[in-house]
């Protein structure tokens, strides 16, 4: 017990002196967590709104598919980029592994099928009375969409949300992709790993925090705007 | 009948194995105004959908102003401009009751200070001038279905639909909101409405038509009769065929339509000595089963004339909607005499004026 007040205080007092490795970390965490949740909702909502709103053959085994995919270990990810993206790999030319962009790259497969579904759900929870609205009044098809998007926001965030938070919170990705390079390709995630595996569990205790204090601020965040969208 | 705005031709529409619309012919002439009368359910929101483009029908030819719907994604958008449908249940886009009315303009790249100023002036023909600023979805029922007519307005479209336009209005604004109808083929809107009250449709509209169970008919219902409410006696009373005149119990005078339910129309071996204002006697001329009613259709007014001729090959038809069971009681044949017998207040007058 002892002991353990003893890391939490440590880990406290290197949160109070805002700590340069705990600093770098965070801001590459929620710079990539970022950048492919921006990816994957530019991709993901349009193809999301496209096939819960079209009626076409095989929609629903896309659905299924969709909804495996949601199933993806991120190590599994992780191992399928890392032999696509090492050197000999299909994609080593752009000599992009053990670099930020990987990381974005992982991130952003494993955001995609997430954030489509959801938006796919939020597409299809929209009123059906929307779209025959906006049709009637003239809209043509990005106007729809458009409209589509404005009246069901509130779930439209979600899935994005959602998406900042399954990549925000990974390991997998980042360690087998960006490679827990110091002050480059080490995340929060990453260095809780390392930091706890070495022994020095004030400074991992201090990331956890780190980790859990932005998932909330995103949380609450997310709520706001959300309350906002929907009166 | 030369410059149809719409044309079907045997429409037909199926919502899995259910036939919820089977239309064989049905038009509507430019600048006018008509109406689908049927209950709730006929089908009259689904034929609405197929003339706005909205749904595709499962058979047969939609014609808007001679041009085929369906033909291509760019024709049916072009199609699709002209024409404005309204909601019974109006969508109100989470924003101002004003931008919700600048939609369509915006849909049809009018610029914002102009669609805005046009919204403005739609608004204000609906009485919602002063709703401009409000959340649209928090608006009651009969101030959407403004709104949404306002929305109609403002794009100036040359063919309306619209579901039950009158539903919801509060009595304060009916009157105001049946002008505005009124006045829309003046301005080139040619419009077409869905009511399941007869009273809009007489009052609103050329020309009715009625939908039962997905088909339409270019009559109305049943027991439906136009003529002049005169007096006789003191009594008014509408004559419908040669010495067949109906006893009305209404303050109105003059040309009107008299419905009467044929659920509350009684029939008897003898002529009635009851009540019951109106007894006529005919002969039965058609027998229908309706699941466990028996539709018998009455010929009245054809008494023989004084040379033993009938005055007409066939009489006026009374329409008797009576249960299987006492149609086998009374044992109804098919052209025996009988008396249509109903009650003067169970029919329902339309239009007519003061005295």
Redesign the interface.
Known sequence: MRWTLEQLAEALRLLGSLDRQVLSALALSLGVATLSTVLATAAGVPIGIAVGLGRFRGKRILTTVLHALLALPTVLIGLVLYTALSSRGLLGSWRLLYTPAAIVVGQFVLALPLVTALALAAAEGVDPRVRLTALTLGAGRWRVARTILAEGRGAFLAAVVAGFGRVFGEVGISMMLGGNIRGYTRTVTTAIALETAKGDVPLGIALGLVLMAVALAVNLLFLHLRRRATP | MTNPAVEVRGLTKDYGPRRVLDVDRFTVEAGSISAVVGPNGSGKTTLL?IL?T?EPPTSGEVLLWGEPVGRSRIAD?RL??R???V?E???M???TVLENVA??LA??GVGRREAQRRAAEALERVGLAHAAGW?APALSAGEARRTALA?ALA?EPDLALLDEPLADIDAQHRAGVERILRELPARGTTVLLTTHRLETAYRLADRCASLIGGSLRDTLPDNHFSGTIAESDGEPVMAIAPGCRLHLATPLRGPAHVVIDPRTVILSREPAHSSARNSFAGRIAALAAEGDRVRVTVDVGMPASPRGVPASPRGVPIVALITDWSFREMNLQLGEPVSAVFKTVALEVYGGKPP
């Open positions: 959908g706005a909205l958008r699709r401009r024409v404005l449908m909601h249940r109006p969508w886009f989470h924003t939609y369509g849909a049809r959340f929305r794009v």
